[in-house]
Nanobody, 122 residues
Framework: QVQLVESGGGLVQAGGSLRLSCAASGLTFSSYSMGWFRQAPGKERAFVAT??????RTSDSVKGRFTIARDNAKNTVYLQMNNLKPGDTAVYYC?????????????????WGQGTQVTVSS
């Protein structure tokens, strides 16, 4: 059974940084593409970043501020978030997908974590 557990969320002031982690189990982690999405109140879940073998992408809204990375030895994917803005406030979700390519849509992913709250105060 695949499990994805996010951690690292919290309350931070604008301009601050957080690093989210997603620990995966029950899957051959190195064979999966991993992604981060976020959902703000009243809005749809939106793509933030994805990483697969040799490729990574970030959304235009976070480009230059957020970085996705993975450690296959630890079965963990990270999202380093710098220069946070109030508009980044959302629940952040980790996702895993079997396709070996960068995936930007929610329906391309097979497994999801429960999410971690990130709140950025002005």
């Amino acid at each position: 059974q695949v499990q994805l557990v996010e951690s690292g969320g919290g309350l931070v002031q604008a301009g601050g940084s957080l690093r989210l982690s997603c620990a995966a189990s029950g899957l051959t982690f190195s064979s999966y593409s991993m992604g981060w999405f976020r959902q703000a109140p009243g809005k749809e879940r939106a793509f933030v970043a994805t990483i697969t073998w040799g490729d990574s992408r970030t959304s235009d809204s976070v480009k230059g501020r957020f970085t996705i990375a993975r450690d296959n030895a630890k079965n963990t994917v990270y999202l380093q978030m710098n220069n946070l803005k109030p508009g980044d406030t959302a629940v952040y979700y980790c996702a895993a997908g079997r396709r070996q390519r960068a995936m930007l849509r929610t329906d391309e992913y097979d497994n999801w974590g429960q999410g971690t709250q990130v709140t950025v105060s002005s």
